[in-house]
């Protein structure tokens, strides 16, 4: 991925939106930032199935959560996963 392409899609504020099934077996959306899709396109073979995955996780292991909230978890791990990558170039490499 070009880094200043990665920059750009950060201060853009661009998103990326995926459909997940929720525990009820009902679609439900999930929207995050594009930088972080487009390194777990590169690095993992199904990102929608992982996405799935911890989603599902997320909802077996706190049912109490609203929608967001567990959004807000699988975001979280999402954007984890990509920081990990050696794909991902941070803000303050460029400062």
């Known amino acids: 991925m070009?880094?200043?392409?990665?920059?750009t899609d950060i201060w853009n504020g661009k998103k990326?939106?995926?459909w997940l099934t929720d525990e009820?077996?009902?679609?439900t959306s999930l929207r995050m930032e594009k930088w972080a899709a487009d390194i777990l396109h590169k690095?993992?073979?199904?990102v929608q199935s992982w996405l799935q995955d911890i989603y599902s996780r997320v909802a077996?292991?706190?049912p109490e959560l609203?929608?967001?909230?567990k959004g807000n978890h699988v975001r979280h791990a999402?954007?984890?996963?990509?920081?990990?990558s050696?794909?991902?170039v941070s803000v303050t490499d460029f400062l």
Do not use: F, I, P, W
Request: charged share 55%; aromatic share 8%; proline share 0%.
């Open 16 to 18: 990326m939106d995926y």
């Open 43 to 46: 690095e993992l073979q199904d």
């Open 2 to 7: 070009d880094d200043k392409k990665q920059l």
């Open 60 to 62: 077996e292991k706190y």
């Open 66 to 69: 609203s929608r967001r909230a």
């Open 86 to 88: 050696r794909l991902y």
């Open 24 to 27: 009820r077996g009902e679609k």
């Open 78 to 84: 999402a954007e984890t996963e990509a920081r990990k």
